[in-house]
């Protein structure tokens, strides 16, 4: 890094080289250099005896199940000839998250613009801290809250929908049941998964050139005009791969839903009903009850969601570094 | 900063740039007017006169209402360009708001659902082992999750604190062919799901190996989350070690291990511990893993290396959907007890890590009646590693977006 910190000499040329020093390490040396590669080189031998280790406690079930491993929506890996898939699991994993990024994203958009660009700057520092604490409170107190207390509140609001809308699909509801549905569970990963949208996006405007900021105002442009032409163009690349990082986050979600939703294994569009699933949910509510097979199958559950998660997470790093390095502004 | 004398000083530039007023003194009384009026408006036409009503629908309702409202007031006063600005202003506000709220909200109801059973002293004395539905109120605590929760995050910082630096610093001092990739995987690392961990920890060490549930098994899964966030601040705050420190000492003939551990790591001692203390305010609230790695126990285990343990998480999960309500009162203890455990890490964290700030700015009160531009020289030239300018970033935040750079 610091090597290329001086000027080029004049009369080289760009592609001279610099001279590679022939190094004699002493031994003490190279054992320190062997230890810090050995810890970086632990990292990429652990995750890859994650996926070893999953697909080896998963092959029994899948074995069972072959392809009908990801039609089936029932879940009864442990019954005389059980049956089980994870279509309807994973139809409601994606629910949840959906709805989660429905409300997360406009939500972090504008507290990102809002601790960057509106707050003072003596209120920047401590909102900035504040989305770092939302962090760090623990899925299982979040959950918590959202089965005692946000969940009633919520159930309101369901029920207002399905009565004022119920004409959509997607706000019907047969019964008149509205807790521990798929809504509930969507608003609480939300606010759980906030703080991560916000402050990737909240890094990536922070990085708006600020003569390009200035130059707007200084044409005439109100704030919002600044903000619209300036910093949400620049900070594309960072609302997206935000929301897909926060997606893989409420992808991976577990604590919080299995506290909300109780389990259903049907694929319908009614987010507002009772019962909703998620795979990390599952995982954990059926792990103490699981006989040999079903505990082969939770395993083949986790192998699915790490797949899916490290999917989505590539996904948004790649986007995110993309639109920084694209931008040309980080050094 | 300083002006020149030349100057008369009846026509001195002033020394702080004057800020217009975003918001004038009238504009706080429209927002409020707009405010009530959306409010009066939505309670007669949606409460009154149409058969409908509930606070949801009215304050939702209002928003809107207000919103229209201050629109057409500000046109009517401002124009166009700057109704829609202070429109946006106000939904950016209230985005804000929006996240802020429920943070409130959880602190408030967690301390009032908790603190009747926390303030209790069997809470902090006693086991579950001797708890039934009859047992009263004040028997009956969570002595051996604290004892579960305090073994296996030390074990889990044990674990990931050495292994995370050691990883920065092969990341940025040492490098070579293999960190571009293991840069990406701690990044990939950093989005598993942590029932994976505790799936694979639970795959590996018991079912593979044969362990029985421990702490231990749980602090290892524990680690497996922690370590990127360590790795990756870390990396961060080494990267801003300006290159003449490591130059310096190596050019002073230290070796590079001494260059690395006596001279750069010192200079960012405030970051690393700041980043081993969020991770672990973040490790210890982490449920998921230990249902299948540390499992749980209603006795006490000291033991963390063999035999179930139980821990705060688990203690209120599992206590919480239990039929008796007096359960149910010490998981919401222990829910606060987690609180308040986090919002201390988190603090320290912070203290921690404006530490350096702290001394730069007691260091340049001290030195405050010497001229200002010897200061301010004097930060860059000092080579020494305790005065070298503490490097600044902000080591809170929650994520390790970047790939490779």
Redesign the interface.
Known sequence: MAATDFDVPVGLSGDDIPLSVAVNRSPADRRFRLAARASGASTLVVMGLVAVFLAKGAWPALRIAGARFFTRTEWNPDAANGSFGIAAIVWWTVMIALIALLLAVPLAVASALFINEYAPRRLRRALTALVDLLAAIPSLIYGLWGRAFAGDALAGVARWLSRNAGFVPMFDVRGDAYDSSTFVAGVIVALMVLPIATSVMREVFAQTPVAEKEGALALGATRWGMVRAVVLPFGRGGIIGGSMLALGRALGETIAIALIISPKYVVDARVLERGSNSVGALIALKFGEAGSTGLSALLALGLALFAITLVVNFAASFVVARSRSGAGVEA | MSVPATVDPAHRVPERPVRPR?VGRDDGLVLVGSAASGMSLVWVVYERLLP?S????FWLLSYVAFLAIYRSVVRSTHGA??A??RV??V??????L???A??T??IL??FS?GIGALVKPAFFTQTLAKVGPLSPEDQGGAQHAIVGTLEQLGLTVAVSAP?GV??A???N??G?R??R??R??????????????G??VY??LI??LGWSFSGFAASLALA?LM??SV?RTTEEVL?LVP??L??SALALGA???RA?LQVVLPTVRAGVVTAVI?GM??A?????PL??TSFNSSVMNWNPFSGPQSSL?IY??RL?GNSDPGQVRRA?AG?LA??VL??G??TMA?WVGGAPQRRERRRQRRQAPAPAPASAAAAPASTSAAAAPAPTV?L????H?????
Do not use: C, H, N
């Open positions: 975003m409908l509930g606070p949801v629908g360009l700057a829609r600005d946006m202003a939904v950016v506000t209230s985005g804000a929006g996240l802020a429920p943070l909200l959880i109801f967690v659902k292994l050691a990883t610093v092969f990341l001092e040492v070579g293999l960190a990739p293991v990406t995987i701690v990044d990939a690392m950093s989005g598993v799901p942590s029932i994976v961990a799936l694979f795959s590996l079912r593979t497996m370590l990127p790795t990267r290159g003449g490591r130059e070796p590079e291990w690395t969020l305010a973040r210890v609230g982490e449920t998921a249902i299948m998480p209120v999960y919480v919401w829910a987690l609180i986090v919002l890490l988190f912070r902000d809170t935040r929650t994520d977006p970047g790939g490779p750079q």
